[in-house]
């Protein structure tokens, strides 16, 4: 399909500026051979050290060799190596990243359930009391910074009822299940071993509904706005004048329209957690790429912040592109363009 | 007598204050006799449709009573309400754009009215029959290949297409009243003029009565009996197309006849109406037409005149007192 | 054809003048004129009017009137090196080390010194928000507004020219928004060297492309309406027409998504400082010092917990106001 080619350009094209942006900030940061020489590696060498590494990493090569090397690399996972571990970052990620999409994921997909329903009950109960406590929720939520509502959670459920543990991907002492998928949900699955399945579902809980609450207000507010557009739409009266009943006319005519620019703000919604999740995953000790990104940023690791920055940045705009073939399977009129 | 208004008062209430956008409106219409309601875009017409359907946004309130085929429609509840709409009264809206559910093809949603109304009727409901019904409801209103349009997507449609699907939806459902709100205004004046052929048609083949909402007497011209001219939510003048156009008597009225170009005539301006509506949530003393009236009296700045009867037409005016 | 614009003026034009008075619209149909012109002074009226909207309006405005008396008092102190000069308006000495009421409870005494309790070092944590305050207003305003006008400029120049320079734009700010808000302003204000500084360049580096695309979709949809046409062929110069006609139409709007966008900026800036990203040593940062207090949680609710909610209770303000002014200027406010 002629639309779907187009926009899967779209999306190389835009992955491409983002390395090129990534390529600029460090060479603009490091404009000497030398100085991003020390990027990479530390700080802990002497300057002939340096220009040895610099020789050897090709950064005395010109310019557009470089950025052709980096571009390179990047398609070939070769990512830089981490000066703190001295794995190449590929394997870091690898490690780590699947955890923290396995717990994104689920949390987008509650706040956006909750943002989604929410919003729409707001709308088609607009001006009640129903609307103004979604609203009064919604914009309670939304203004909490994500460290007060990770917190607050895991003092209310966690330390104060003691139903939840309070951080960890799953409990320490338990054997992890062998890596198939990388996803940990579905290798606890494939191996059978559901002590460690329960186990991880239980520390999942926390963070996934943190990540919910702070995402969930956006959508509210976006589904409200839409459902409200689409409940004074010409359509939506002629719904109700062929006699069919509210429900129906809320949920059947109206809400199928309203959640078609939702689905554009679910990749949104979906960057904007992974951002939450750095925060979130350093609260709850859970550790995937987040918690490892924070660690990171406090070592002044660089190649593994450059590296997981791209890598996030790839996964939001893979995000945006199945949004946008959701958004042309929902909506008929995209279809042909 | 199929429809009666009595007393309505339509209000919204805005941050600003109370919108008072019908106020103390009386008049009905015949079985069978279709009415047009004139006036300038804010002055009611709308918020008269809409409320005759039951179809107001939730900040309006409504006073007053309305009948359609003796029904007290501001009592009717859940499957009443239901009931009511569609089998006796059905409205149609002014953009083709948005007429019809765009994410639905139109077969599904002409399908949609008869289930409905077979299903508050508890009569069978069959696919195939009722897919005839609405193939001779798109002949009904002369659109070529029913079966192809029903197989699209609106945005597949033209906007005189749409309002021919929406008007045959209108057929299917055969209600007693058909409330129009402004549905040529967004369309071609070719087209147009096929639609209002189509409307006057339908009402004689079928007995339908119609309430025509428009802001342009020239196309209200076509299809009315009667004209109900309205002015800042009040009745301004209520009669017979021929003498309304012919001799109007409200000062308004005769400005609005006056603002109709000639189309054999080119020479000379259009006459506008001078100032423009009036702020409805602090609607002038007296007569809401004063400030723009060319025949403005003392008593008209204070005193807001009772409707009469002259002739036989309805009046809102201290001209005639 | 001119039937396009019938619904609104009438095919007959009934009543002369310029529709370009705001109105709101409270039946599809029905819009009320108000007489008012649009733009600053409308919404200032419809705030006026509108209890939500005073409330978050309030808030906002102690906020800054404080931040801005605060923050110049920080700063003359600063210039005249005299600490002293700095906490004249506050209770108490914000660095005061006192350890004799080390993670001391609220309390009433020495009012209003304890109200929020005391942290690790017998520091007044009330005090300390308060010499906060002007870090997180100034970080707000600061790269709310350096971000619409650097947007606007390259949005308005990209949407106005079209073609290549509109699809490059489109692509940088695709790729500029791929990156999480969080993680983009760590990796950058990191790489470009730590601090107060550092972070507003770094905020403001991610921020303009939201707005970019904002006036380009502006500059888009302006340049096909007529009365633009019109004027670009009667000669005026494309500067007239984006500060004549595509700039006071793009107010109303900028106002609601900026307004709430400062609400983000305070957020993101704190959520920054909770990371330590962009602090010094010593100096109290509201989203540092729950980072702080959390270590002693829950145990000691207090240390974490002010500052996180007086951050809340500024972004909530934002939000009440930016939430009605938003719905108003969509046209989604039915009352």
């Known amino acids: 399909m002629l639309f779907v080619a187009r926009r899967a350009v779209n999306a190389f094209i835009t992955i491409l500026i983002m390395i090129a942006l990534m390529f600029a900030i460090i060479h603009l940061v490091a404009p000497t051979p030398e100085d991003l020489a020390r990027l990479y590696v530390g700080t802990h060498f002497t300057v002939p050290e340096l220009v040895q590494i610099a020789h050897r990493m090709g950064f005395y090569q010109p310019i557009y060799v470089q950025f052709f090397n980096y571009v390179n690399g990047f398609f070939h996972g070769n990512l830089g190596t981490d000066t703190q571990y001295g794995i190449p970052e590929i394997l870091v990620i690898e490690e780590y990243f699947p955890v923290t999409l396995n717990m994104v994921i689920l949390g987008t997909i509650l706040g956006v359930v909750i943002g989604i329903f929410t919003g729409a009950i707001a709308a088609s109960n607009r001006n009640t009391g129903t609307d103004y406590g ?19 959670l895991q003092l209310i459920l966690a330390y104060e009822l003691n139903l939840l543990p309070t951080g960890q991907v799953a409990n320490p002492t338990l054997a992890i299940p062998a890596a198939v998928t990388g996803l940990p949900l579905v290798d606890a699955i494939l191996a059978h071993d559901w002590v460690y399945l329960y186990s991880y579902l239980r520390h999942l809980v926390l963070p996934a509904i943190t990540i919910a609450v702070i995402s969930f207000g956006g959508i509210t507010r976006l589904t409200r706005a839409t459902m409200v557009d689409a409940l004074d739409k010409d359509y939506v009266k002629l719904a109700y004048m062929k006699g069919l009943p509210k429900r129906q006319v809320v949920w059947g005519t109206a809400f199928r329209n309203a959640i078609i620019p939702i689905i554009t703000l679910m990749a949104l919604a979906f960057a904007f957690t992974v951002g939450g999740a750095v925060v979130v995953e350093d609260i709850f000790s859970y550790h995937g790429i987040g918690f490892f990104f924070v660690n990171a940023a406090y070592n002044l690791d660089y190649p593994a912040i450059l590296a997981i920055t791209v890598i996030i940045g790839l996964a939001v705009i893979i995000a945006n592109f199945i949004a946008d073939i959701l958004y042309g399977v929902m909506d008929p009129r995209v279809r042909l363009t | 007598m199929l429809l009666d208004v009595k007393g309505l008062r339509v209000a919204y209430r805005t941050v600003y204050g109370d919108l008072e956008a019908v106020r103390s409106l009386d008049f009905a219409v015949e079985k069978g006799e279709s009415v047009a309601i004139v006036g300038e875009s804010g002055c009611g017409k709308s918020s008269l449709g809409h409320a005759i359907v039951r179809l107001l946004p939730p900040n309006a309130t409504y006073e007053g009573e309305v009948l359609v085929d003796g029904k007290d429609v501001f009592s009717l509840k859940g499957r009443r309400l239901r009931e009511y709409r569609g089998s006796d009264a059905f409205m149609i809206f002014q953009d083709p754009l948005n007429s019809l559910n765009p994410v639905k093809r139109v077969d599904r949603q002409m399908l949609e009215a008869i289930r409905t109304q077979k299903i508050m009727r508890d009569e069978p409901y069959d696919e195939e029959e009722a897919t005839k019904v609405v193939v001779e409801g798109l002949k009904g209103v002369r659109m070529p290949d029913p079966e192809v349009i029903l197989r699209r997507y609106p945005h597949e449609l033209s906007g005189g297409q749409i309002q021919r699907v929406v008007i045959a939806m209108a057929l299917v459902m055969k209600p007693k009243i058909l409330i129009a709100d402004e549905p040529t205004s967004a369309l071609d004046v070719t087209i147009q003029a096929q639609v209002m052929k189509l409307i006057k048609e339908l009402k004689a083949e079928y007995g339908m009565s119609v309430l025509f909402i428009t802001h342009d007497m020239a196309v209200a011209y076509t299809v009315a009996d009667r004209f109900l001219v309205m002015y800042a939510g009040e009745l301004s003048e209520l009669g017979p197309v021929d003498k309304v156009v012919t001799r109007p008597l409200h000062p308004y009225t005769t400005a609005l006849v006056n603002s109709i170009p000639h189309k054999s005539k080119r020479e000379g301006d259009l006459v506008a109406i001078p100032g423009s509506p009036p702020n409805m949530l602090a609607p002038p003393s007296g007569c809401r037409f004063h400030p723009r009236c060319p025949k403005v009296m003392d008593i008209c700045n204070t005193v807001n005149p009772g409707v009469k009867q002259v002739e036989d037409r309805l009046l809102r005016c201290h001209l005639y007192d | 054809m001119e039937s396009k614009d019938t619904n609104k003026a009438g095919r007959f034009r009934l009543f002369k003048g310029k529709s370009h008075t705001t109105s709101v619209s409270v039946h599809n149909e029905a819009e009320v004129p108000l ?40 700063m003359a102190a600063d210039y005249t090196h005299n600490l002293a000069l700095s906490y004249v308006l506050l209770p108490s000495n914000p660095f005061q080390f006192n350890f004799a009421r080390s993670l001391g409870a609220p309390t009433l005494a020495n009012f209003p010194v304890g109200i929020f309790g005391y942290d690790e070092t017998g520091r007044s944590i009330l005090s300390r928000i308060l010499y906060a305050i002007p870090k997180d207003a100034l970080a707000s305003v600061l790269i709310v507004v350096s971000a619409i006008v650097i947007g606007m400029f390259l949005g308005i120049s990209a949407g106005y020219l079209g073609g290549w320079a509109d699809e490059i734009l489109m692509r940088v700010t695709d790729a500029f928004l791929a990156f999480p808000l969080i993680v983009f302003a760590i990796a950058l204000s990191l790489t470009l060297g730590n601090g107060y500084v550092v972070v507003l360049v770094a905020l403001t580096i991610i921020w303009w492309p939201t707005y970019a695309r904002f006036f380009r979709a502006q500059a888009l949809t302006l340049k096909s309406r007529g ?38 900026v305070i957020l993101t800036y704190s959520t920054l400082a909770f990371l330590g990203i962009g602090v010094q040593v010593g100096q109290p940062e509201l989203g540092s010092m729950a980072a702080s207090g959390l270590q002693y949680v829950p145990r000691v609710w207090w240390y974490a917990l002010f500052p996180s909610i007086v951050i809340m209770a500024i972004v909530v303000c934002y939000s009440l106001l930016g939430d009605r002014i938003q719905d108003m200027v969509g046209g989604r406010l039915s009352y």
């Open chain 3, 35 to 74: 007489g008012e012109s649009s733009g600053l002074r409308f919404i200032a009226g419809f705030i006026r009017r509108d209890k939500i909207a005073l409330t978050g309006a309030i808030g906002i405005g102690i906020f800054f009137v404080y931040g801005l008396i605060q923050g110049i008092i920080e």
């Open chain 1, 134 to 152: 979604i609203k009064a929720i919604y914009l309670g939520t939304w203004a909490a910074p994500v460290f007060l509502v990770g917190v607050f």
């Open chain 3, 227 to 264: 009365y633009v046409e019109a004027a670009r062929l009667s000669g005026l110069s494309p500067f007239s027409i984006i500060v004549r006609h595509i700039f006071p139409n793009a107010i109303d709007p900028i106002v609601a998504i900026a307004t709430l966008d400062f609400g983000n």
